[in-house]
């Protein structure tokens, strides 16, 4: 069998037809940012590329059932940023894409492709993971819906297999009361990847306590971390008096983070924990209409 | 694992305005066309990792960074470099000529891409605050670090005149006068 270098399909039946014709060595393009980078930096074969770009409808944000959201693999982060359905219904989603990199990268860049990378240093999987996202992808014996959290396995990998594709990410809504926010550490410029971030969600019921709670970070481990320990700490307490300090000793005990040009692990560790602590109070804090989103604050 | 077949695929683009037929490998990029095989040398490669905005480009309008963009990408689409600006008898848009009145470059070699860059936010944003030009522009670095004239002439291209404050280095410093809105207190009407 010959495979094609190249292979532009309109249907994703047809591009997994490609991914198996190509035995495992093929690789997906759909914006082209991080495979173009990791392809010249020698971290791909030069394996054949199957192009998403004209599979119809993979670029669509859809409304969902109940008040959630499904966002298309190849719709682009800044199409997901200035999206009205988007802002309307998860406007914490949308304000931290639009943190990443910058307008000319959102452009180009795809959710899907974001998260297929696996890079532990990006904004979307914290925010996401929170939010309960949901991954759908489609496979050889059909699709199937995988909780985002468990779809990071390591460093650039993820449980696709190589005939697999992310087809679709969807945002379920969230419960009347909850606070959700993201922080992103950025000491040296505004379009850096962080030294650390950290989202968090607060289902507050009527009478103040915490119904619910999810804690994510990245920029601290081989992929997003999420903290259960964390979180089983926070439900159940009283706004008022969130137990941040043990908050934060389970997030540094679930947390690895390596050394890197932005910052040493005990920089990154010390700067996990302001960042945590920061975020918690600030959500404490907010007294906004139910179900509004903080702002997505930097330092 | 199957063979790769022959390498070359064939795209047809335009490029400000001028029809293309090329083959081209599947991980070639896009500026690697425009310079090499199209001889438009106006976009630059500087980081070469999507990072400095040198290679600025406009894709049916909207900004992409052509040493990240295969050029397979674009099969179909139409492409305006720095060199597609200009009108047909020569004539420099208002954003380069903003550029040279402000005094918008030192060294030159960032200003194809910021001009590229600053074109395409006033296509979407026609008359953006100080504020919105500083964030747009985020992603086009000059090393000479001569920015204060890049803002100035993005805000005089969009028609916002005169000059602008250089920004307290502490927030609190603000001017006694009330601000109204974002960024209008740096502003001369």
């Known amino acids: 069998v010959t495979v094609a270098a190249y292979a532009r399909p309109t249907t994703i039946e047809e591009a997994i037809r490609e991914l198996v014709a190509a035995d495992g ?125 468990g779809f990071f396995v390591d460093v650039f990998e993820t449980i696709l297999g190589p005939t697999d594709i992310l087809v679709r990410i969807h945002v379920p809504s969230l419960p009347p009361g909850s606070r959700i926010g993201y922080e992103k550490f950025l000491p040296r410029t505004a379009d850096d990847y962080a030294t650390v971030s950290v989202a968090a969600r607060l289902d507050v019921a009527a009478d103040r306590t915490v119904a619910g709670a999810r804690l994510a970070l990245g920029s601290v481990a081989a992929t997003p971390v999420r903290v259960p320990a964390a979180e089983a700490l926070l439900e159940g307490a009283r706004l008022a008096d969130l137990p941040v300090e043990a908050v934060v000793a389970a997030v540094l005990d679930a947390i690895d983070p390596i050394g890197d040009v932005r910052g040493s692990v ?34 | 694992v199957a063979p790769a077949a022959e390498p070359g695929v064939g795209i047809r683009l335009t490029v400000n305005g001028v029809g293309h037929d090329i083959v081209v490998a599947p991980d070639r990029v896009l500026l690697d066309v425009l310079r090499d095989d199209l001889g438009l040398v106006g976009t630059k490669e500087g980081c070469a990792v999507g990072v400095c905005g040198l290679c600025s ?80 522009m ?40 009330p601000a109204t809105d974002r960024g209008s207190a740096t502003h001369q009407p």
């Open chain 1, 25 to 149: 060595e093929a690789h997906l393009l759909a914006g082209g940012t991080s495979l173009t980078l990791l392809r010249r930096q020698g971290f791909l074969g030069d394996g054949p590329v199957v192009d998403l770009g004209r599979v119809a409808g993979l670029d669509r944000i859809e409304p969902a059932p109940g008040g959630g959201l499904a966002i298309g693999a190849t719709a682009t982060l800044r199409a997901i940023e200035t999206s009205a359905l988007v802002r309307e219904r998860a406007p914490v989603l949308a304000e931290t894409i639009g943190r990443v990199a910058t307008v000319r990268i959102r452009n180009q860049a795809t959710l899907g492709g974001n998260l297929a990378h696996a890079d532990p240093a990006q904004d979307p999987p914290p925010i996401l993971l929170v939010l309960d996202a949901e991954a759908e992808v489609a496979g050889v014996t059909g699709t199937r819906r995988v909780s985002l959290d």
């Open chain 2, 138 to 177: 985020t992603g086009n670095l000059c090393r000479c670090t001569g920015y204060y004239g890049i803002v100035q002439a993005v805000l005089a291209a969009a028609g916002r005149n005169g000059p602008i404050a250089i920004r307290p280095p502490i927030e609190e410093a603000a001017p006694a006068t």
């Open chain 1, 266 to 299: 005990e920089y990154k560790r010390a700067m996990a924990a302001v960042w945590t602590g920061r975020l918690l109070r600030r959500l404490a804090r907010a007294d906004g209409p139910a179900n509004a989103s903080s702002e997505a604050t930097g330092q």
């Open chain 2, 57 to 136: 480009i406009l894709v049916d309008g909207v900004l992409l960074t052509a040493c990240l963009l295969p050029a397979v990408k674009v099969d179909g689409r139409a492409v305006t470099t720095i060199e597609g600006l200009a009108g047909p008898d020569g004539a420099l848009s208002p954003v380069q000529a903003a550029f040279i009145d402000h005094g918008g470059f030192q060294c030159g070699i960032c200003t194809p891409g910021q001009v590229v860059a600053a074109t395409a936010l006033l296509a979407e944003t026609p008359e953006p605050d100080e504020d919105e030009v500083r964030e747009w």
